[in-house]
């Protein structure tokens, strides 16, 4: 397999002057397979217009698009892209979008289709040349055909989200972003009123079982590629609950789970390269990381598995 990431960002495009190296773009990966034509993209942050006028340029010529696009979910930084996205405008390309199915069971077509809309943007959903086909994702193993087997997890976030471990040839790429290791959501503090001993206990355990879990969905990966939009100083400074993790958690749970390599994406906003810099002499390295390849993913970045 042949990874490219496109975007590398969270929450907002933030290009500029500090963003340079690491790149300002919302998430958009795009995998390759070496005995196949099938092409994987998962997520369409704003990264997805650069891949876009990538293939127009290089493969439109020789012939129909056809893309699989993962969607971790529907935050605006993991869809805004698709609208940029320039094969939808081509009549021979054919897509097929994949994602979860929201909280309020809405259809996939319809959250994404919202986007097309004249209130966000000059062309609908009918107009677009592209054949799509939404299919809603729930929890499972999906056969792709071609080898090529993708295991869909929920994760931890204020909205559904799913990661992907995707299997070819023995090799196993994960994808874990936008989430945030499980906590127990009831009070420990037995000070606290609304405290309850049968609950708080449940809720450790559940937690615990949760991470677990995770854990043996990440297991093996020969590439990670996971959220880690905060140190855990920030993290427990008021960041709990937002749904992206701490960067000393992801590394160790990694680390126990026997993955080889480990791309940190979902960089703060706010973050720029040479603060990234510092984060990757910490993390990167040395004890934290231990044997472990562990970096920062820079958008442009390259990697082939297998
Ligand atoms: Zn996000
Ligand atoms: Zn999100």
Redesign the pocket.
């Known amino acids: 397999m042949k990874l490219k990431f496109w975007g590398v960002r969270?929450?907002i495009p933030s290009p500029g002057p500090e963003t340079v190296k690491y790149g300002g773009n919302t998430?958009c990966l795009e995998l390759r397979f070496h005995d196949s034509e099938r092409l994987i993209i998962i997520d369409a942050g704003s990264g997805m217009r650069g891949l876009g006028d990538n293939m127009i340029s290089q493969n439109h010529k020789n012939g129909p698009i056809n893309a699989e696009i993962f969607l971790t979910h529907t935050?605006l930084?993991?869809i805004l892209g698709l609208p940029f996205f320039a094969p939808i405008y081509y009549p021979r390309t054919k897509l097929k979008i994949y994602g979860p199915v929201t909280c309020e069971e809405a259809l996939l077509k319809d959250v994404i289709g919202g986007q097309f809309s004249y209130r966000y943007f000059p062309v609908r959903q009918n107009e677009l040349e592209a054949t799509i086909e939404y299919i809603d994702l729930k929890e499972g193993c999906y056969d792709l055909g071609d080898g090529i087997q993708v295991t869909a997890k929920y994760l931890n976030h204020p909205l559904l989200s799913l990661g992907y471990r995707i299997e070819y040839c023995g090799k196993i790429i994960c994808t874990a972003?936008?989430t945030e290791p499980f906590y127990n959501v009831f009070s420990t503090d037995p000070a606290d009123p609304s405290y309850d001993e049968l609950l708080a206990s449940e809720g450790e355990s559940a937690a615990r079982e949760e991470n677990q879990r995770m854990e043996e969905y990440i297991r093996d990966a020969d590439l990670l590629i996971h959220d880690g939009q905060y140190t855990m100083e920030e993290y427990e400074r008021g960041k709990k609950g937002w749904g992206h993790s701490p960067i000393e958690y992801i590394v160790e749970a990694a680390r126990r789970a026997s993955v080889k390599r480990l791309a940190i994406c979902?960089h703060d906003p706010l973050r720029s390269d040479s603060q990234i810099d510092v984060l990757a002499e910490n993390y990167c390295s040395g004890e934290i990381a231990g044997d472990m390849e562990t970096f920062f993913a820079r958008e442009g970045m390259q990697i082939e598995i297998g």
């Open positions: 969270g929450s998430l935050h930084d993991h972003f936008d979902h």
